[in-house]
């Protein structure tokens, strides 16, 4: 067993303690360094859990494919584990600490024989900031450590900060035997503990991500008065050199990644428009001694859904995935590059799909439905420092200043394509209520409408009631709140036909977005809040049919009557616990829309 190089006893106590559990032939300690990673990867290679990809090309890129049952966040094995029911709340799946630990530790025992345990210290945020966490995953998958490597700060500089003091987050990982009847994904916010298991896809795996970064860190957030939140924050420089920032949820392949780095479409290019991206899905945000709220992405890299990125689509991706990248669950070339459905380029003649048999396009199921080369979930881990629009703020242990929070979901009749909520107080409830269509990177029926307030429905680690009174109570410790702002891309019309172009034509509502922040231009007052004058959107360089602008800011309040019903019976689940200022909310709804 390899010599641990840190002083944290408690630290050396718990992985010992965590390898007579699991058993592993050894123990090796990861520092961050290069030749370390290039061995890890050489070994990877061997064992066949990536292959090289053409390095000409791609340089430093490789490829990895997950068994065929474990594509996507398992959300039904994925639990809050605290003392009371009640804490985690009907929004959550829930298995008490001693059940969970027990059904685990069945799992666990002996698991990495014949394997080898990685001791990954990660730190969630610059290291050392005010903002950032510490985290130290135990991991028996040498992808889960190169993944780690791109997605987070890792290695000794974090055991020097966690050496000097300081609590960490506890993250245990087996594959196991990969088995979907032996799988667990289970947090407990009251130990600051993640054990997952039997699993190897990147959203159920790598946990500093949604475990951490989202349902550990809602919860002490929650306790030490801050936002851990599913949201991209970016930098938008207006033509006279200033920068102001916004933060957007989305709930997961709605566009948050394409928003968060999009460029200037031609009609706006004139005005020296130029995005900054500060990350893409996760955002820690603290009140500072100015009053504001000021934002950190947490990560140093992109978890992408790969389907549907191509250059039309979000240009500055395609950039950044072309070197030190891993593609999971994509089409391989037979020239040793990637392929997926909609990515640009020919469709290729031929190739190996994402369950690894050979493939070409035109390949019917036995159901005559096309198969897929690549997974509709398939996915890119890429560093952030590959993006050309990287923010120069994305080490700046302060963050940076938020102006406005927009909140986004896929609704092809209700909603408008953006509105301004009145208040802070009914910018929460327009967070509460959002509903998006169903997308591929959940398990579930595809377009299924599912409620998701503020995107974290699967991913806020307590009772949401007390999440959205956190909401609440944030507004009142800040002395300039930031405007709340819902849009919607996908309104469509009676075709089924998108009345919006959205990608980087976003930039022209996200301009209406920032003058109604600095009072520049006027809005019209409807039941749910301000929408735009069409005339104020600039529109030009923009085909669009004649009156779909006026259409895409249309209110239908009979729609909107209907909506009422669904909102009322999602919060009707969280009973007494459900904050009165969401009803009153509602009710004032109600009486705008009569």
Known sequence: MAKSPTHNKKLKDWVQKCARLCQPDDIVWIDGSASQKEQLEKEALESGELIQLNQERLPGCF?????????????????????????????NNWMSPAAAYRKARAIFKGAMRG?????IPFSMGPIGSEFSKIGVELTDSRYVVLNMLIMT???????????KGGDFTHCLHSKAELDIKKRLILHFPENNTIWSVGSGYGGNVLLGKKCLSLRIASFIAKKEKWFAEHMLVMGIESPNGHIEY????????????????LLPPEGLKRKGYRIWTVGDDIAWMRVDSDGQLWAVNPETGFFGVAPGTNSHTNPTMVETVKKNTIFTNVVLKT?????????????????????????????????????????????????????????????????????????????????????EAFNWQHGVFVGATMASERTAAQVGKLGEVRRDPMAMLPFCGYNMADYFRHWFA????????????????????????????????????????????????YAVKTPIGYVPHPADIDKKGLEMSEGA??????????????????????FQQFKKDLPKELWEEYEALASRLK
Request: proline share 6%; charged share 25%.
């Open 115 to 119: 394997r080898t345990m990685y001791v």
């Open 153 to 163: 700060r890792a290695g000794e500089a974090v055991l020097r900060q966690l050496d």
């Open 474 to 521: 944030m507004g009142t410790r800040m002395a300039k709140v930031p405007k709340i702002f819902h849009v919607n891309w996908f309104r469509t019309d009676a075709e089924g036909k998108f009345l919006w172009p959205g990608y980087c034509d976003n930039l022209r509502v996200l301009e209406w977005i920032l003058d109604r922040c600095n009072s520049k231009v």
């Open 246 to 261: 916004i933060a957007g949820a989305f709930p997961s392949a709605c566009g948050k990644t394409n928003l968060a780095m």
């Open 335 to 419: 020239d040793g590059t990637v392929w997926w459905e909609g990515s640009d380029g020919e469709v290729p003649r031929e190739g190996i799909d994402w369950q690894g048999r050979p493939w070409k396009p035109g390949q019917l199921n036995s159901e005559g439905k096309a198969i897929a080369g690549a997974h509709p979930n398939s996915r890119f881990t890429t560093p952030i420092s590959n993006c050309p629009s990287v923010s120069y703020r994305i080490d700046q242990p302060h963050g940076v200043p938020i102006s406005a929070i927009i909140f986004g979901a896929r609704r092809q009749h209700l909603a408008p394509l953006v509105y």
């Open 63 to 91: 490829l990895h494919r997950t068994a065929i049952d474990d594509v996507a966040r398992t959300e039904h094995l994925t639990f809050i584990c605290t003392r009371k029911k009640k804490d985690a709340g009907p929004n």
């Open 549 to 570: 602008l006026e259409k895409l800011c249309e209110v239908n309040n009979q729609d909107w009557i209907e909506e009422l019903k669904g909102v009322k019976k999602f």
